[in-house]
């Protein structure tokens, strides 16, 4: 065999080789340069260049004076790569110890299979999280976020609601004023090295805050309203116990409270034990002889009737297929309006209503005064009330004096700082403001004529200070001008033996109303009178009020 040949051969082999290899390089170089182009340099700006999210704080909500409800608090997030974990248990011990967290969820934390993420704890206290990190364990991982926590502790717990781990409103007015309180996240765009490390900022878009929200609670009415509230629970033992205290003349709402409570730092807790709600905007309940205040003032204002006007009433009375009677035996009398008002007179009341009234314009009133409609009150779930759903013979024998009807705590306290207000409804507000927003006008409507609401003013205050059934509800130094109310409890089959609401509604001083105060206790034990068990609440409540609100007193002490 020629040498030379094979060589030459084997030569031209090697440069065809080359030649395809580097063509092909070539091409793949092309193909690169142009079909591939776009997204490779995508990737690599990708590998380089990173768009970080920054988070707008959430707006801090104060009460009337300026002490802040809810804010928020700096915080970290704690979070891991399973994969790089080294140690697991003996990391999950070092974590859970500094963290103050079970070792358990740690654990599981550490050991989670198939993510490159874990939590170990959102929204861990900063100062916990800062020690962690200076274990520098490997796989964890820190960022800053912002926890929402509530300074007052239980003080108006569900009217503000809470937030969820993201920092959205899930109740309360954190819900209801979610888009002014939430504010807009910004970003920023870093630059890094081959290693991931980043090394400049690109560019900033800066968060937006949320705003402030300025409420017309005052967190002093309210703790004492709460503190009440727990006490004449725990007396009566009780369901639970509502009170509201208004401003006639403003309609905003300085304190609503419920009891039981709970602290708003611990929520979820709360959530599952059915605490969160705030039941004098959502639940409803059969006001009783509060609700003859409608009978009464639409008859007044209708010229049917005038304070001095008198009907003979015996005990009881039928209507249709029902026994009305009242409260206490006695015999047949002849009482005025006044008086059938001041004592509370089933009979009476349902007399006015059968006899002047009617079905028609005790609907119309009941209309005009606001029951079967919601309030429009600044808080989510409001109800509407309800009312009968159809009317039967024996309608007008009950829902004169309060029953087969239901109403909500913000609806009754709404028309009775109406009547303290001259007549003129204003809408029951819970924020004053909202920074840097214009804030609208309250909605406004008459309910009763000057003149006629002055008379039923003047038959409230014998309520309370004429021997009526709101005699607990006086307060040395003070007119009081308010009503009582009982109702027994509606069950699916009939009115539930032994089962009470007990209320009180007020305003002081009545010469000249500075507040409206309501009081409902719901199954009180040992007895259940709203004059026994509501109106001692009432004035305790008021009392304070007055004080620190620094009303004078409008009458020399008894």
Do not use: C
């Not at 159809?390 to 705590?409: C, D, E, K, L, R």
């Amino acid at each position: 065999m020629d040498v030379k040949r094979v060589v030459n051969s084997r030569i031209r082999l090697l440069l065809l080789a080359t030649l395809i290899v580097f063509g092909a390089l070539l091409a793949r170089a092309a193909w690169i340069a142009t079909v591939r182009a776009a997204p490779l340099a995508a990737m690599a700006t990708a590998q380089t260049r990173a768009t970080v999210q920054l988070p707008a704080s959430r707006g801090t909500i104060f009460d009337a004076v300026g002490t802040p409800l809810a804010l928020g608090e700096q915080a970290t997030t704690v979070y891991v790569d399973p994969t790089a974990v080294t140690r697991p248990r003996a990391e999950a011990v070092v974590a859970a110890r500094v963290l103050r967290m079970k070792r358990g969820p740690v654990l599981g934390a550490l050991t989670t299979k198939g993510t490159h993420f874990a939590y170990v704890e959102r929204q861990a206290p900063a100062s916990l999280a800062t020690l962690l990190a200076k274990r520098n364990l490997p796989g964890f991982h820190f960022y800053a976020e912002e926890r929402r926590t509530y300074p007052q502790g239980s003080v108006a717990a569900q009217v503000l609601g809470f937030v969820g781990t993201d920092n959205n409103g899930l109740a309360g007015l954190e819900l209801e004023l979610n888009q002014p309180l939430t504010g807009s996240a910004g970003e920023e765009t870093i630059l890094r090295d081959p290693f991931g490390q980043a090394i400049d900022v690109q560019s900033v878009r800066p968060a937006k805050p949320g705003k402030d929200i300025f409420l017309t609670i005052d967190h002093r009415i309210q703790a004492n309203a709460e503190q009440v509230l727990r006490a004449t629970v725990a007396k009566w033992h009780a369901k639970d116990a509502t009170a509201i205290v208004l401003d006639p003349h403003t309609g905003g709402v300085l304190a609503m409270a419920t009891a039981p409570d709970y602290n708003a730092n611990e929520y979820p807790q709360a959530f599952v034990k059915g605490l969160t709600g705030n039941r004098a905007i959502s639940d409803v309940y059969e006001p009783g002889s509060v609700f003859k205040v409608v009978t009464v003032g639409g008859a007044l204002a209708d010229h049917l009737v005038t304070p001095q006007t008198s009907f003979l009433l015996p005990y009881s009375i039928r209507v249709a297929d029902r026994v009305v009677h009242d409260a206490e035996i006695r015999p047949t009398e002849r009482m005025t309006v006044a008086q059938i008002l001041q004592r509370s007179s089933n009979v009476g009341a349902v007399t006015i209503a059968r006899t002047k009234l009617g079905e028609a314009r005790l609907k119309d009133w009941i209309s005009r005064f606001g029951f079967g409609q919601q309030t429009g009150i600044d808080f989510p779930g409001e109800s509407a009330g309800l009312l009968p759903a159809y009317w039967s013979g024996s309608t007008i024998g009950n829902v004169p004096i309060g029953q087969g009807i239901s109403v909500t705590a913000i609806q009754l306290a709404s028309v009775y700082a109406a009547i303290a207000n001259g007549g003129l409804w204003i809408q029951p507000h819970l924020v004053d403001h909202v920074q840097g927003v214009p804030t609208p006008a309250p909605r406004t409507r008459r309910i009763l004529p000057r003149a006629v609401d002055r008379e039923l003013l003047a038959m409230l205050k014998g309520v309370v200070s004429d021997a009526g059934t709101g005699a607990a509800a006086e307060i040395p130094g003070y007119s009081v001008a308010g009503k009582t109310g009982t109702a027994q409890k509606p069950g699916p089959h009939g009115y539930m033996p032994g089962q009470y609401d007990a209320t009180f509604i007020g305003m002081v001083p009545a010469r000249s109303p500075r507040v409206v105060v309501l009081v409902t206790v719901d199954e009180p034990r040992g007895a259940y009178y709203g004059g026994v068990v509501a109106a001692p609440a009432f004035a305790q409540i008021a009392t304070f009020d007055l004080q620190y609100l620094e009303v004078p007193p409008d009458q020399p002490v008894k």
